[in-house]
Structures are given as structure tokens and as C-alpha cells.
């Protein structure tokens, strides 16, 4: 029986393993996560995503509470209901990275410091029993924001009005950063007002139901990075690393199920796999069902990361499916262990005329990983080959694949982000 859980009611999961995939002087983390679905009654298929559900760590809350002078416990109401402030910085909304509105919001804000300043210089000449001069450099060095030179208003009104700085600078800071910089006051309801509601993350499943029953597997990349003096990165890969504690913290997850991602119903028909970087865990979920569920059709795997050494993740399953014969074919592209770039979709262009007599037989294409430059060079490469290996057309060739194999016969299937 599937239970009720969603993003909003999602199930209190616990990691049980989390360890590094990359060998020893990698430039990247990428992690293997096991969470235990316990008496959840979640169930997945092979090919669905799971949503995890993160925190912002306790430290971060701690720090914008105190550069922003508010009391942790002050009562909130939020999206989540009524909390103290600190939980609801903590699990509400998303505080790691600056959003546009409250840049926006710094508009009205910083004038408002500035008129603070002037009513601050309109008190203190009003208690001092000299009068006050614009010449008692003591008093305005006091009151007025560190860097002179600055023009903060300026800078804000910039960014409002130009897209491109106004990305530059959300870019690499969050609110803690902002606060500082323009030295401005907000009230927590204001504050939780501007901010982000907290997002759930998707991430591809990386096994079969069927050959870890109870335990849903994933390939994660840790997102890192330092900006301004201090270590920071993506919300959910942090607190899946960094702040979960292993079979100890509760963290809410639930299924994100695929109609199309899905393996063919005949279990004879031959599939052809692209998964670089993370875009290999659906695969392993493959492979792992394709080895249960014994059918003839052949498997073909086409793997790629930045070197063999380093990013050769689940070596030991490849190789024994390969030794096996479940792995029909296993193709790689280690983009960095050569002075050239070498990328899938370089060798699927050199298999191109066995890539095609799979797809004449009919042949299942499958990509995962990056959307935005991997998928598209992928896609074009499929083009590439139908032209050279079909004889077709470049539009004959483009209509081919994107219109015959993934529309009609839905056989090529992307789980792309
Ligand atoms: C269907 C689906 C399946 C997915 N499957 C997987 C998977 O199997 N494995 C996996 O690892 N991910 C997967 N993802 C991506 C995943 O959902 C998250 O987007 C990813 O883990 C980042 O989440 P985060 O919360 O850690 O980062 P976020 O807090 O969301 O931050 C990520 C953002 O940080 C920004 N960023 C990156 N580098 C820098 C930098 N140097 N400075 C400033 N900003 C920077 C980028 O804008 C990036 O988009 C999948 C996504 C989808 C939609
Ligand atoms: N859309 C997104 O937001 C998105 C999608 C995927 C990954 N990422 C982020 O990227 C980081 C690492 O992701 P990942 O480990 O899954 O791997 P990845 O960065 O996608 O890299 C995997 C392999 O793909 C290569 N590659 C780079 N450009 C390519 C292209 N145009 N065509 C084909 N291959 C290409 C890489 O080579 P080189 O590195 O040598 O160039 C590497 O060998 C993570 O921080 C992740 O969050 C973001």
C-alpha cells in the first residue's frame, strides 16, 4: 500500500549512509545517499525521482538572527503555520540565497537608515549642550554607514533597473551579507514577508525497489562554494552532507513518480543509456531491475565524468555486470583525462553506425544530467547520426528523432534538470 506522503506531509526518513563516490583529489563530491523508508509503506518503480525535504542549518539561522537583532523566539506565522522564529528560518523558507524582492525592498529601506541618521542627528544636537555643526566629524562618523564612498542608494536603484547587476549580485550573497552591507533594519514578519517559501529538491532514484526493498538510493552532487570570506552552497546537498547526522536525523522525503521515464514494458527490446556525472543514477536503477527481471534485450551504458581515477562511480557494479553480461556495452568519456574534451555525445558520434542498427531494432534511448548544454549536444548528436547512418535529411533526420522516436514511439526518454 502507497501511504499519503507528499511534500507537504512528507515521511520522517532517516539517512543511512552517506559517503563520498569520488577518489582522492577529485575537484567534485558526489555522494551516494541511502534513506530508509522503515514502515512508510513508500514504494517506487525505477525511473521515479525522490523528493527530499532540507533544513537551513542552525548555524546560518543562528547568524542572521543576530545581524538582523531579532529574538529567536519570537512567535511567527508562516506559509507552516505558527512557530518560533528560529524554527521557522530553519524549515520554512529558504535563507541561503538573496532573492530579488528584498533587494527590491532595499530601496525604501536604505532611505529609511538614512532618515534614522538624520533623526539621530536632529536628537543628539537636541540633547548635546553645545549646538551641533555639520563640522563635528566625531558624531557623523559615528552615524553614518562605514563606507562612506559608497552610494547605496545608488547601487540598489542600479540593480533594480538592470537585470544583469541585479544577478551579479544575488549571485553570491545571501541575507546575512545583505543585512550587513546596507546596515538596515527588518521585522521578522517583514522579513518572512520578502523571503522564499522553502522548496523540496528532486533527486533521481539511483535503485530498484526490488533489489533493496525498504531503501531508496541516490547520486548527489554536493554543491560548494565560498563567496565573500565564508564557506557556503546549495541548501539540500549541504544538509544532506554536512548537517544530517547518519541514522539519527529525521529528514522528510517523499516519491516524485515518472509516467514516461519508465523502462519498456518488453523486456526483449534493447536500450541504449546517457548518464555523465549524476546522470548515471537512474541507470544503476536500471541495470538493477533489468538483472531481476532477466529479459533478453541488451543493455548499453555510455558513462562520462571528469577523469577515470577520480569519477569512475559504482566501478565494481559496472564491472560485474559487464563480466556478467547484463551490460551488453560500456562506453566512457573522460572529459579531462586527455588534453581534448571528450564527451558522450563524441562517443556516441563514433559508435554512430551501431547506435543506429539498435535503433532500427527498435532500441529504447535514454538521457539523464544536465539539462542545459550535455542534453542539447546529446539530441544534436542523435541528429548527426540519424543523417549519417539513416541517409536521411538534416529534416528528415530531425523529424525522425524528435517527432517519430520521442513523440510517437515515446522511446526516447529524458529525465534532464
Ligand atoms: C527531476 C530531477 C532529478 C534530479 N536528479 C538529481 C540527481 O540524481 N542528482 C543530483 O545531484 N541532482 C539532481 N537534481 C538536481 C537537484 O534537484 C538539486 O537542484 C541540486 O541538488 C541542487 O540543490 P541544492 O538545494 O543543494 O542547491 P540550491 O540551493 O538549489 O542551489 C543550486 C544553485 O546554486 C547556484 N550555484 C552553483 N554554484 C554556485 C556558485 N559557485 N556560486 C553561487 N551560486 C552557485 C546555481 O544557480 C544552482 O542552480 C535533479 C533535479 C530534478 C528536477
Ligand atoms: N541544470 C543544472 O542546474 C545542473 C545540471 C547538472 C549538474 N549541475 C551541477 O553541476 C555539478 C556537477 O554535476 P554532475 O556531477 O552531474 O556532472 P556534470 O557537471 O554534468 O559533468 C559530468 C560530465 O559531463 C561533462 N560535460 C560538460 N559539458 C558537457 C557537454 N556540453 N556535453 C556533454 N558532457 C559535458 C563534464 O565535463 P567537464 O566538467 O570536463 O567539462 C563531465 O565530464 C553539480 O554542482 C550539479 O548540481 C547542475
Same mark, same amino acid.
Given at each position: ?29 558526489? $555522494? ?22 532540507? %533544513?537551513? /542549518? ?78 563635528? &566629524? ?6 553614518? /554607514? &562605514?563606507? /562612506?564612498?559608497?552610494? /547605496? ?76 570570506? $565564508? ?36 523486456? &526483449? ?49 559496472? %564491472? ?26 563524441? $562517443? ?11 535503433? %532500427? ?57
Amino acid at each position: 500500500m502507497m501511504a499519503d506522503w507528499s511534500a507537504k506531509n512528507p515521511y520522517m526518513s532517516k539517512i543511512t549512509e552517506c559517503y563520498i563516490l569520488n577518489g582522492e583529489g577529485s575537484r567534485k563530491e558526489t $555522494r551516494h545517499i541511502v534513506f530508509d523508508l522503515g514502515k512508510s509503506g513508500l514504494d517506487y518503480k525505477v525511473g521515479d525521482a525522490l523528493g527530499v525535504v532540507a %533544513e537551513n /542549518p542552525a548555524n546560518t539561522v543562528e547568524e542572521l538572527i543576530s545581524v538582523a537583532g531579532w529574538d529567536g523566539n519570537h512567535i511567527v506565522t508562516t506559509h507552516k503555520g505558527e512557530s518560533k522564529l528560529r524554527d521557522a528560518l530553519r524549515k520554512d523558507v529558504e535563507i541561503h540565497r538573496v532573492n530579488k524582492k528584498f533587494v527590491q525592498s532595499l530601496n525604501e529601506k536604505v532611505t529609511s537608515s538614512e532618515l534614522r541618521i538624520s533623526v539621530k542627528l536632529i536628537d543628539r544636537t537636541r540633547e548635546s549642550t553645545t549646538s551641533f555643526s555639520s563640522g563635528d &566629524s566625531a558624531l557623523l562618523q559615528e552615524l553614518m /554607514p &562605514s563606507n /562612506p564612498s559608497d552610494d /547605496p542608494v545608488g547601487r540598489i536603484e542600479n540593480m533594480i533597473s538592470n537585470g544583469e547587476a541585479m544577478e551579479d549580485y544575488i549571485w553570491s550573497r545571501d541575507y546575512i551579507d545583505v543585512i550587513r552591507e546596507f546596515d538596515v533594519t527588518y521585522t521578522p514578519e517583514e522579513f518572512l514577508e520578502l523571503v522564499d517559501r522553502l522548496k523540496p529538491r528532486l533527486y533521481s532514484i539511483a535503485s530498484s525497489h526490488d533489489a533493496h526493498p525498504g531503501f531508496v538510493e541516490l547520486t548527489v552532487a554536493i554543491v560548494r562554494y565560498s563567496h565573500h570570506g $565564508r564557506d557556503r552552497g546549495g541548501l539540500c546537498t549541504i544538509y544532506m552532507a554536512d548537517e544530517v547526522k547518519v541514522k539519527k536525523t529525521n529528514v522528510g522525503v517523499f516519491m516524485s513518480p515518472t509516467k514516461s521515464f519508465v523502462l519498456p514494458e518488453d523486456k &526483449s527490446i534493447d536500450i541504449i543509456m546517457v548518464g555523465p556525472g549524476t546522470g548515471i543514477a537512474p541507470f544503476r536503477a536500471f541495470m538493477e531491475q533489468r538483472v531481476i527481471d532477466g529479459g533478453s534485450g541488451r543493455n548499453w551504458l555510455f558513462f562520462g565524468d571528469q577523469s577515470e581515477k577520480t569519477e569512475f562511480y559504482y566501478k565494481d557494479e559496472i %564491472e560485474s555486470w559487464l563480466d556478467e553480461g547484463h551490460l551488453y556495452r560500456f562506453t566512457t568519456a573522460w572529459s579531462r583525462d586527455q588534453e581534448e574534451k571528450i564527451y558522450v555525445q563524441h $562517443r556516441l558520434k563514433e559508435h554512430g553506425k551501431e547506435v543506429w542498427e539498435w535503433f %532500427e531494432r527498435g532500441a529504447y534511448f535514454y538521457i539523464c544530467g544536465d539539462k542545459t548544454y550535455m542534453a542539447k549536444d546529446v539530441h544534436k548528436a542523435l541528429i548527426e547520426i540519424a543523417i549519417e547512418h539513416g541517409n536521411m535529411s538534416e529534416e528528415a533526420a530531425t523529424i525522425f528523432i524528435e517527432k517519430t522516436m520521442m513523440k510517437e514511439q515515446k522511446r526516447y526518454l529524458r529525465d534532464v534538470y
